[in-house]
């Protein structure tokens, strides 16, 4: 039953950025006292539907890719008899103010939604991996900069950075730009800060699948290094602290924290030589690890140590300020990306589309429900930004043809408002296309390679 959790998530997904979006037209609509003729969650036959107390037929249909708010006075469905039981003015008599507040809602929602996510986030708080990494691989950026020892990532030009996630948006930004990405980082072995500045040209601008981190040499790993010690444990009376990396157990090197815990699990209960370093000075202590009883009722040994991580969490007047912050700053990047690929510097072949956008719901909802609202967050607001396109179907174009009619002191040329929507449905048509070749290319490149 593994395979549904992709098209279910990517309904439920799809399904709430939708309905938020909709609902933003639908309450700025009742307050400006237009009639809402229908509120609709998708395209096409109706599967389910009622009609409200004031008049408003809502349904679910067939389609999900998008949904509509159909207005008085609007072309779709105008003449379906629905008007007669609606109360409210028809769209053409409200104030070009209400028009724009109207066509605005529907972004201004997901941009909301965004940040209600982020904010909950913050405030429930969240532990992430720290983002280390091995030595630089070979060939590599970092590698030429004589990085060989592991290291702890600290900051991303600059900026502060908790987990992976934070390094990979911000590297993102970069893409297709030439100039200098400085790396600040926590060297294991010397015990030293420093900032390392990596030189990039015309970053990774014909890649369709750009990997940031292989491209600098980051490879990110567990190591076995301390991250959080517990109270009373036997890891805290060997003075074991953040930061110590462990190289070996009884003599035995570890290189990682999978090797660490498979060693320490088969030594209940005996004294155990750790051998660990912390800054440049090397320390050996003898351990008992803690005799636990594991999953199959066998004993097994624990130092009560975890993973280097750091758990980011704030008050609930901080979150709102973070949350604002948080989408802000992916809203920023969505405009670059978008600006980046319009100028050629970032491929085309990057955008995903519903194929893709399935196949990384699934995998993050199968991961944890923490990435599966951060997707939903980050979608929430790419939704909200192209929706802002000055395309007549989305809510940019419609903001430019009430301003004209506005301008004009009437509507706009039947014959001019049917060119523009068909000219807008071949491009969001040759676009879904598109980025659905790209999806079927990413998912079965091989097979059509080989």
């Known amino acids: 039953m593994g395979f549904l ?47 409200g107390k004031l008049g408003t037929e809502f349904r679910l249909a067939l389609l999900p890719l998008g949904g509509f708010v159909e207005m008085q006075g609007e072309e779709v469905g105008e003449k379906d008899g629905l008007q007669d039981c609606v109360q409210g003015k028809p769209l053409h008599k409200a104030s070009l103010f209400w028009k724009l507040i109207i066509t605005l809602a529907g972004p201004v929602a997901n941009f909301l939604l965004a940040i209600v996510i982020y904010t909950i986030i913050f405030v429930v708080g969240s532990e992430e991996l720290s983002p280390v990494s091995e030595g630089a691989k070979q060939s590599s950026a970092l590698f030429e900069k004589g990085e060989r020892s592991p290291f702890l990532l600290e900051e991303v030009d600059g900026q502060r950075v908790a987990g992976w996630q934070d390094v990979l948006f911000l590297l993102g930004d970069r893409l297709g730009e030439t100039g200098f990405i400085a790396l600040g980082i926590f060297d294991f072995e010397t015990g030293e800060k420093r900032v390392i500045s990596v030189p990039i040209k015309d970053w990774l601008v014909s890649e369709s699948q750009p990997d940031v981190l292989k491209s600098l040499g980051l490879v990110p790993t567990i190591l076995s290094v301390v991250g959080r010690v517990e109270s009373g444990s036997p890891a805290e009376k060997a003075d074991l602290t953040r930061g110590d990396l462990i190289l070996s157990i009884d003599g035995k090197a570890v290189a990682n924290w999978r090797e660490l ?8 209960d005996e004294p155990t030589r750790v051998e660990y370093k912390r800054a440049d000075e090397v320390f050996s202590r003898i351990i008992v690890p803690a005799r636990i009883e594991g999953s199959k009722g066998q004993d097994m040994g624990r130092l009560g140590i975890s993973p280097l991580s750091e758990i980011v969490s704030y008050g609930v007047l901080e979150s709102i300020s973070k949350g604002f912050e948080e989408t802000g700053a992916k809203m920023l990047m969505t405009i670059s990306m978008i600006t980046k690929m319009i100028q050629g510097l970032i491929s085309a072949d990057t955008l995903v589309g519903p194929v893709g956008i ?6 993050t909802a199968k991961s944890s429900l923490f990435s599966f609202v951060q997707l939903m967050a980050l979608l929430s607001i790419s939704l909200g930004i192209i929706n802002l396109l000055p395309i007549p179907m989305l809510d940019g174009g419609q903001v430019i043809m009430h301003t004209l009619e506005s301008l004009k002191g009437s509507a706009l040329p039947d014959s001019v408002l049917q060119l523009s929507f068909r000219v ?10 598109f980025v659905t070749y790209n999806d079927l290319i990413r998912l079965f490149g091989s097979v059509f390679a080989s």
């Open 5 to 51: 959790t992709y098209p279910l998530a990517f309904l439920f997904l799809l399904g709430v950025l939708i309905t938020v979006h909709e609902f933003g037209h639908f309450i700025a609509a009742r307050l400006a006292g237009v009639k809402v003729l229908r509120f609709s969650i998708g395209f096409g036959p109706s599967i389910f539907s009622f009609t």
């Open 424 to 433: 807008s449905i071949l491009l969001v048509a040759t676009i879904f296309v």
């Open 261 to 268: 815990v498979e060693e320490i699990k088969t030594r209940p």
């Open 358 to 363: 399935a196949q990384i719901a699934g995998d």
